[in-house]
């Protein structure tokens, strides 16, 4: 009992000294917030798991694609201070310390893809910055509202955000129906496309560059084809979801297009201890690490999940998308969808003979059919400008144009 009363007290301590530092902090930060001027030329990222990736990293590429005069700050962890993942020319701070507040009150314009900048209440953003909410869902799957979150944290942030964002940024008139419904009611939302799916617009010579990357950085030879499974997190911590049987889903696809496959897994970064479940198959390679799920879905050939919206990002490349859920009624239940999975053009299976089952048979015409209407109901706007278009308001808001 001493050693659990030890750990209770030491846990209680280290609990109190930290809300006795956030309270001590608020006064410096409501000081920043009124005595720092915005600074006109400064663009501060951040994503929800503070990796160089999604919709601010695409938009942070047009940026220095254009050579604008513009001061990049990207929101990171400390390990993240020194390393290549970022831009060179990039100022890096890390989440919740003084020099993060510090870029935070005198950055012109905000760029977020998740509620990252409203986790703390203070400092509040200022009349005259300019917040873009770029999100990270898509045509997706799973609802996303209060009601479906159960996080009391994350519902706050989510007032917040609805409070202080001043551009949405959809990329289709499905999402923006999603948006008003859910965080967003009144806020401006422009249906631009999402900057990270410009990828798949990219000319051919790009496109062959980054999947040569992704290649050489898993050592994938150039005669295997890739198939990528990145299932989502579950808000019970539940594992047995992650029962996929990689060596058979590798056979069944092998099988039915005539090819040596291997499997790129990466799982939800809330989900990590599921990789013990990988096997040891060397067809099967770890990609959870890898930064930017863009780059390894434009390598992929073949594309399998559970509800991840990723697959609905994936749909514009036109290529196979499998869906493997086993927990469907229970995750129905528990978080539900904005729509039927039917309605997908992806095959649904909830056991692995089912999924073998539908990769032996797949139809591709049929296949194509249903991504030409499933994309067409749910008013994709995708054109590959979205991230030249959002520079655009940037550069409007910081007084370049």
Known sequence: MSEKKDKFIAKTFRKLRKLFVWVLAI????????TSPVQKNKVIFL??????????????????RQKLPLEIVWVVKPHQLTGTDFPECAKRVVHGKGPYFKELVTAKVWVDNAFGFTWNPLPA????????????????LKRIGRENVKNKRWSIAARLNAR????????SSFETDVFRQTHWPKNRIEELGHARNDIFFFDDSAKAKIVT?????????????????APTFRNNDATACYD????????????????????????????????????????ILDATAYPDIQELMLAADVGITDYSSWICDFVLTGRPGFIYAP???FYDRERGFYYP??????????????????????DAELYARKTEYFLRRRGCQETGTAARQIVEIIKQQCGLI
Not at 27 to 34: D, G
Not at 131 to 136: L, V
Request: net charge neutral; with cysteine.
């Open 27 to 34: 006064p410096a930060r409501l000081w920043l917030t009124y």
């Open 47 to 64: 994503t929800f798991n503070h990796t160089y990736t999604c919709n601010p990293k695409y938009i942070c590429e047009e940026i220095l």
């Open 125 to 140: 953003k200022k009349k005259n910055q300019f917040y873009i909410q770029t999100w990270h869902g898509s045509m997706g």
């Open 164 to 171: 202080w964002a001043d551009l949405c940024v959809s990329n």
């Open 213 to 229: 990357r992704v290649r050489q950085h898993f050592g994938i030879a150039e005669n295997k084809k890739i198939a990528l499974y």
């Open 244 to 283: 996929l049987d990689h060596g058979q889903f590798l056979d069944a696809l092998e099988e039915r297009f005539g090819a040596d496959f291997v499997l790129l897994s990466r799982y939800h970064m809330k989900t990590l201890k599921a990789r013990s479940a990988q096997g040891n198959d060397p067809r």
């Open 327 to 329: 927990d469907l009624d």
């Open 341 to 362: 999975l039917e309605e997908t053009p992806f095959p649904i299976a909830q056991t692995n003979a089912a999924l073998r089952e539908n990769v032996l048979l797949f």
